[in-house]
């Protein structure tokens, strides 16, 4: 369900009209979704969620205007962000996940896991492409030192680095923190750790505070960032 009682409304900015077609095609026959607008460019998808307040962007990374990765910094902290693209590169995997991106998803990807993204969102969960969550895991268990890659192939980029939390987390938080690296629910936490559902988001919430992340795709982000530093 939406921020209220109604559906989740679903703005859809790309390009391409075929492609925000059939995502309006997928997305309206669902019975907790309706599309409530589409943007042709990065910036009308600014300009159109401010208005309309959406509790969902779905942003193609290359548009006029303002890119994806912009619409995803400007928009985060208002709406939750799912960057869908045909480009499968990592150096916008990692960007759109430090700008508060909510998913990352692949056009290729499929109707089923677009709706899943949009539920998984609006629950406080993350999607992002299998393809792409097992390229970025296996880069990390990568030692530090990697060859260039070729002029003008796609860069297996390594994350940006980030400070340090400002206060050391807790043993209970890093216990979360790493179920949500191994890609365990709120739901999954509390049963594991035997919390209520509200206590998890508290410890998210301290965790998130405490390493600067935007959300649940930072805090992972982190620890794989802190299991690479290992290697």
Request: net charge negative.
């Given at each position: 369900?939406?921020?209220?009682?109604?559906?989740?409304?679903?703005?859809?900015?790309?390009?391409?009209?075929?492609?925000?077609?059939?995502?309006?095609?997928?997305?309206?026959?669902?019975?907790?979704?309706?599309?409530?607008?589409?943007?042709?460019?990065?910036?009308?998808?600014?300009?159109?969620?401010?208005?309309?307040?959406?509790?969902?962007?779905?942003?193609?990374?290359?548009?006029?205007?303002?890119?994806?990765?912009?619409?995803?910094?400007?928009?985060?902290?208002?709406?939750?962000?799912?960057?869908?693209?045909?480009?499968?590169?990592?150096?916008?995997?990692?960007?759109?996940?430090?700008?508060?991106?909510?998913?990352?998803?692949?056009?290729?990807?499929?109707?089923?896991?677009?709706?899943?993204?949009?539920?998984?969102?609006?629950?406080?969960?993350?999607?992002?492409?299998?393809?792409?969550?097992?390229?970025?895991?296996?880069?990390?268990?990568?030692?530090?030192?990697?060859?260039?890659?070729?002029p003008g192939r796609?860069?297996?980029?390594?994350?940006?680095?980030?400070?340090?939390p400002t206060e050391?987390?807790?043993?209970?938080?890093?216990?979360?923190?790493?179920?949500?690296?191994?890609g365990a629910t709120?739901?999954?936490?509390?049963?594991?750790?035997?919390?209520?559902?509200?206590?998890?988001?508290?410890?998210?919430?301290?965790?998130?505070?405490?390493?600067?992340?935007?959300?649940?795709?930072?805090?992972?982000?982190?620890?794989?960032?802190?299991?690479?530093?290992?290697?």
């Amino acid at each position: 369900m939406g921020s209220g009682t109604g559906p989740v409304r679903i703005l859809i900015a790309d390009d391409q009209a075929d492609v925000r077609s059939a995502f309006r095609m997928i997305l309206d026959v669902q019975p907790d979704m309706v599309v409530v607008a589409e943007a042709a460019d990065g910036a009308a998808a600014v300009q159109e969620a401010r208005r309309l307040r959406p509790d969902v962007v779905l942003a193609d990374i290359r548009m006029p205007k303002l890119d994806g990765l912009e619409v995803t910094r400007q928009l985060a902290d208002q709406c939750k962000v799912i960057v869908v693209t045909t480009f499968d590169l990592d150096e916008y995997v990692h960007t759109a996940l430090r700008h508060g991106a909510a998913g990352f998803l692949l056009k290729r990807s499929g109707p089923v896991l677009l709706i899943e993204a949009v539920r998984a969102a609006m629950a406080g969960d993350a999607l992002i492409s299998p393809q792409i969550t097992v390229r970025l895991l296996r880069h990390m268990a990568l030692p530090a030192a990697e060859p260039e890659p070729e002029p003008g192939r796609g860069a297996k980029a390594a994350l940006p680095p980030t400070a340090g939390p400002t206060e050391e987390l807790t043993t209970r938080e890093r216990e979360i923190a790493e179920l949500v690296a191994d890609g365990a629910t709120n739901a999954e936490i509390g049963a594991g750790l035997f919390i209520s559902p509200g206590t998890v988001k508290n410890h998210l919430a301290n965790i998130q505070r405490k390493i600067g992340a935007r959300n649940r795709v930072g805090i992972a982000a982190w620890i794989w960032e802190q299991a690479a530093g290992r290697q």
